[in-house]
T-cell receptor
Framework: EAQVTQNPRYLITVTGKKLTVTCSQN?????MSWYRQDPGLGLRQIYYSMNVEVTDKGDVPEGYKVSRKEKRNFPLILESPSPNQTSLYFCASSLSMRSEQFFGPGTRLTVL | GENVEQHPSTLSVQEGDSAVIKCTYSDSASNYFPWYKQELGKGPQLIID?????GEKKDQRIAVTLNKTAKHFSLHITETQPEDSAVYFC?????????FGAGTRLTVKP
């Protein structure tokens, strides 16, 4: 089954404790991206990657890091999480930026 | 950068009526305009998209129109059904930058 998977689905952590949210796709897509969803703000792009070893900042990259060492994986790293990073996070993949994006199920992160 | 505004934020219709959601964008270079539907507890899913060289696109009960001069595009859902209840997002893309609207919560009352 073609899909995007994210782990964990739910995470409660404390300020400053490094965490990684994994994202994996099995559709051989070149383009992958991370979004955060907050009430009243819609989806905001954090980082995106056009291919292996190619990443770029989106609209709200501060406080986040990503890596793209393999085509299928695109982890999101929060080196020192803060409460304002409490949000619902989505990973997505697509053939290109101007084609259908397939979204993962989401990761709900709470930073205390 | 691109800015996308979406209206209304909430919309309630009676089953069988039509629903219209409108979006405006700021960058005239934007050339790809998808619409996503997000059901409760799930990730968004593409329902229809349109490119800047097309003015209208239809897929069964769903249609999207694009007015490049006015920089706005709209989603039209006809003969609404309770399963159409969800949050809908419009988006506009330029190069590798995708900007989403804030979303519209559509409720279809049986």
């Amino acid at each position: 089954e073609a899909q995007v998977t994210q782990n964990p689905r739910y995470l409660i952590t404390v300020t400053g404790k490094k965490l990684t949210v994994t994202c994996s796709q099995n559709m051989n897509h070149e383009y992958m991206s991370w979004y955060r969803q907050d009430p009243g703000l819609g989806l905001r792009q954090i980082y995106y990657s056009m291919n292996v070893e190619v990443t770029d900042k989106g609209d709200v990259p501060e406080g986040y890091k990503v890596s793209r060492k393999e085509k299928r994986n695109f982890p999101l790293i929060l080196e020192s999480p803060s409460p304002n990073q409490t949000s619902l996070y989505f990973c997505a993949s697509s053939l290109s930026m101007r084609s259908e994006q397939f979204f993962g199920p989401g990761t709900r992160l709470t930073v205390l | 950068g691109e800015n996308v505004e979406q209206h209304p934020s909430t919309l309630s219709v009676q089953e069988g009526d039509s629903a219209v959601i409108k979006c405006t964008y700021s960058d005239s270079a934007s050339n790809y305009f998808p619409w996503y539907k997000q059901e409760l507890g799930k990730g968004p899913q593409l329902i229809i998209d349109i490119r800047s060289n097309v003015g209208e696109k239809k897929d069964q009960r769903i249609a999207v129109t694009l007015n490049k001069t006015a920089k706005h595009f709209s989603l039209h859902i006809t003969e609404t059904q309770p399963e159409d209840s969800a949050v809908y997002f419009c988006a506009a893309s330029i190069d590798n930058d995708m900007r989403f609207g804030a979303g519209t919560r559509l409720t279809v009352k049986p």
